[in-house]
């Protein structure tokens, strides 16, 4: 592909008007154009996002079928990962900012339509938008977003769904790192998504993460090493679009409503649990007592919604960590053996099934600031979508990204241990 921007064909313009309409921006490395994207790819990828993000939101009006998908086409480049040839971040994120902005302004923009075999421009003149955004793609819908609340873009009626979104107010790493540039990189630090849009028309967001995603999940120490090495493994096991797991409701603040889809394993485990046989009872074992030290590097009592920077004298009180971790260590054999005998009630040691947090740590829910109304609903609890094509890296040609074979056991080497370990439900898996 030649450096810059990729251009799509410039058939005839057309003005389609759509009740709602459900605005699918991608990833990094996918544009969702064709022929960068297979139609494959875009079909699997905004099916994902639709059964399990955006109609269980409620936000797009109507719902399944009454929400009319669109994919957008947003450059996703990112140099020199995505390509020597590529454009830098900030540069593909201006891109995606302008196209998008064209389609919520009913203007001509860049856009794949069911069923995805064709991209071209054309005008979208509804009056009811959702905007899903995904990982790179996040920083343009928060860009997009600031935007709108300084010129609304009357009569219509814009929300904004964001996964793995890296202008996430606590714990996005454009937030944790705010004002840092990367010149080289063509990264700019810039903040975090904005959560004061005017009423009575306000522009209702949800926002949901991976628990120890570095996108979306950073610690707020960056000098705790053992959090920094979880994350750094996190982005492979908890950032991929594939990730499932069930999203609990972990805060409001303003009009967005925050949801945190917690890590059954911590990523430090991972390639333990995946060793055959033993591996998976290890992991069971030894993750209490570990995500004890990981949790060292986070305050999970901060809302999801308050914008908050990397602070590197945070330290939380050694005295209860020791408590905890030594807590910890039983409550691991307790896991292990609930584990081995398939009996959640099975805790010898009668210890207490561990939170998200871990040992000690506080409940998910952080509570309300001058929320807008009630919790918007985030996502389905039981995902049921096909990831084989979401599964596929790029490949050696970047002509266009075929769909990969689908990886057993992607997200899911490791049942639940903590559920298991529980007297509740366990939860689901894709």
């Known amino acids: 592909m030649p450096a810059g921007v990729p251009t799509s064909p410039q058939p005839v313009l057309a003005a389609v008007d759509l009740m709602a309409t459900a605005l699918y921006l991608g990833g990094t490395d996918h544009p969702l154009s064709v022929p960068q994207d297979t139609p494959a790819y875009i079909g699997t990828y905004v099916n994902w996002a639709a059964n399990d993000f955006v109609n269980p939101s409620g ?106 979104n890296p202008n996430r107010p606590n714990g996005g790493i454009l937030e944790r790192f705010v004002g840092v540039e990367l010149p080289i990189l063509g990264v700019t630090f810039n903040g975090a998504t904005v959560t004061n849009s005017p009423q009575p028309t306000p522009l209702m967001t949800v926002d949901a993460a991976h628990q120890y995603d570095p996108v979306a999940d950073f610690p707020l120490n960056p000098l705790n090493l053992l959090a920094d090495l979880n994350v750094a493994l996190g982005f492979l096991y908890e950032h991929p679009e594939e990730g499932a797991g069930t999203p609990e409701l972990q805060g409001q603040f303003q009009d967005s409503t925050y949801y945190l889809i917690p890590a059954d394993t911590i990523p430090l485990l991972r390639p333990i649990a995946a060793l055959p046989g033993v591996g998976p009872l290890l992991a069971t074992v030894l993750d209490p007592p570990l995500r004890v030290l990981v949790e060292t590097g986070y305050d999970r009592t901060v809302n999801p919604g308050a914008p908050t920077p990397a602070k590197y004298l945070y330290v939380p009180d050694p005295i209860k960590v020791a408590v905890d971790f030594v807590t910890a260590i039983p409550t691991g054999w307790d896991n292990g053996v609930a584990y081995l005998t398939g009996d959640p009630t099975n805790r010898p040691f009668r210890t207490t099934p561990p939170g998200p947090y871990g040992v000690g740590g506080p409940p998910v829910y952080t509570g309300a600031v001058d929320p807008y109304g009630p919790p918007t609903p985030a996502v389905r609890i039981a995902p049921s979508r096909d990831t084989a094509v979401l599964t596929g890296h790029r490949p050696a040609g970047k002509a266009q990204r075929a769909a990969a074979p689908v990886r057993a056991g992607t997200r899911s080497a490791v049942p639940n241990r903590r559920a298991a370990s529980s007297t509740g439900p366990l939860r689901n898996r894709s």
């Open 59 to 164: 936000l797009c009006a109507g719902g399944d079928p009454g929400c009319t998908p669109v994919a957008v086409y947003t450059p996703e480049q990112f140099w020199p990962v995505t390509g020597l040839n590529d454009i830098r971040f900030d540069q593909s994120v201006a891109a995606g900012l302008t196209n998008l902005a064209a389609c919520l302004r009913s203007a001509p923009c860049t856009v794949t339509d069911p069923p995805f075999t064709s991209t071209q421009p054309r005008a979208l003149t509804d009056t009811s938008f959702t905007v899903f955004a995904y990982s790179q793609s996040g920083t343009i819908a928060t860009l997009m977003k600031s935007d709108l609340i300084a010129h609304p873009p009357a009569p219509s009626s814009v929300s904004f769904v964001f996964v793995s």
